[in-house]
């Protein structure tokens, strides 16, 4: 290597070392090039359309099962049993966000627009467990068990109606013709002579 050479290197060096100070000093004095939060205390504004965390707002779910169906990872898993109204009734929604991969179609195909994004995007835990998130407290099997006493206490109820309607028409029916009534009335038994 030639002194011309080793000038040449020594000039380099110095002109690469002035640039890169160059960009630390304008980071650095300039308060409008934020480039380090203190994280958490801190936070970036989130994007508007941001897929974060999926939210369900069952008191506006109808269980239509849309949001199951198209899933391509099949992370969401619903229950769901006809209520005494004749509407499904909501008994576990569950959605697995470990294994969510955020891509929306649920909440483009949801027809209530009850499933939505959040902006959360934290949940450390220890295990796959707490990343599934329930948004149903009480037990499937609870809830299956409380819908069905109230089935069954509606089919009571309309089963009386029926009865007393049917009977109300009789006694209509036997009041407007006298032999009718007599014709439809029980014959008492005769009684025995001892």
């Known amino acids: 290597m030639g002194l011309k050479a080793y000038l040449n ?67 969401i898993s619903l229950e769901a049993v006809r209520g005494a109204d004749k509407k499904m009734v909501l008994a576990s929604y569950d959605i697995n966000i470990g294994r969510c991969m955020y891509c929306g179609l649920c909440v483009e195909v949801c027809p209530p627009k009850s499933l939505k994004h959040t902006a959360g995007y934290e949940m450390a835990s220890e295990t796959r467990g707490e990343l599934i998130l329930h948004f149903i407290a009480e037990d499937a099997a609870e809830v299956k068990a409380r819908v069905a006493r109230q089935v069954a206490e509606a089919a009571a109820k309309a089963e009386a109606a029926k009865a007393v309607d049917l009977s109300a028409e009789a006694a209509k029916a036997g009041g407007d013709d006298p032999k009718a009534a007599k014709a439809e009335a029980p014959k008492a038994a005769p009684e025995k002579k001892e």
């Open 9 to 75: 290197d020594i000039v380099e060096a110095v002109v690469t070392t002035a640039k890169g100070m160059r960009i630390t000093a304008r980071y650095g004095v300039d308060p409008k090039e934020e480039v380090t939060l203190q994280y958490p205390e801190e936070r970036w504004e989130i994007p508007q359309g941001y897929r974060g965390f999926l939210h369900n707002d069952i008191k506006t779910c109808i269980s239509c099962s849309m949001c199951v169906k198209v899933c391509p990872v099949d992370c």
